[in-house]
């Protein structure tokens, strides 16, 4: 089996503009995904669904696992079709634009205004918001763990 994780962007934008030609839509979220938790896996189902190919854009840090580590633990997910390493200081924003997906989705509150609507509507794409479950967060199991060594 070849390797989801994708660190060669012309491999990837060269797959998606294939994929857009014969009208799939290519679903990209971008995120740490550093402690899983039943909110991250509740994430990747709803947002796999909304498209063909749905991309990860997995961001360089992360308090506690290192990106290899988290993209080799993504690669498990059935959903992930393909994990793209992101560089030290890079955002959202920037793999938005350099990968033009037809649907952009992260995770959020309601009437909370995401950072990422202008380069997504740049590109001609669709932002969706897929709600927090309530109780879950990265932070608030490290609050725990911190909580429990003291």
Do not use: W
């Not at 679903?27 to 938790?37: E, M, Y």
């Not at 961001?59 to 633990?73: F, T």
């Amino acid at each position: 089996m070849r390797s989801k994780i994708i660190p060669d962007r012309e491999f990837i934008l060269n797959l998606i503009n294939h994929l857009q030609d014969i009208n799939k839509t290519i679903v990209l979220s971008c995120g740490a995904f550093d402690l899983l938790h039943p909110g991250h896996v509740a994430f990747i189902e709803q947002s796999a669904k909304l498209g063909h190919l749905f991309i990860v854009g997995l961001y360089a840090d992360a308090p506690v696992h290192s990106q290899s580590d988290r993209a080799i633990v993504l690669s498990a997910f059935e959903q992930v079709r393909y994990i793209v390493p992101m560089s030290e200081g890079e955002s959202a924003d920037d793999i938005i634009r350099q990968l033009h997906p037809n649907i952009y989705v992260r995770g959020g509150m309601e009437g909370a205004e995401p950072a990422e609507r202008v380069p997504v509507e740049e590109s001609h794409g669709k932002l969706m918001i897929v709600p927090y479950i309530e109780g879950y967060s990265s932070a608030h199991i490290l609050d725990v763990i911190k909580q429990k060594l003291v």
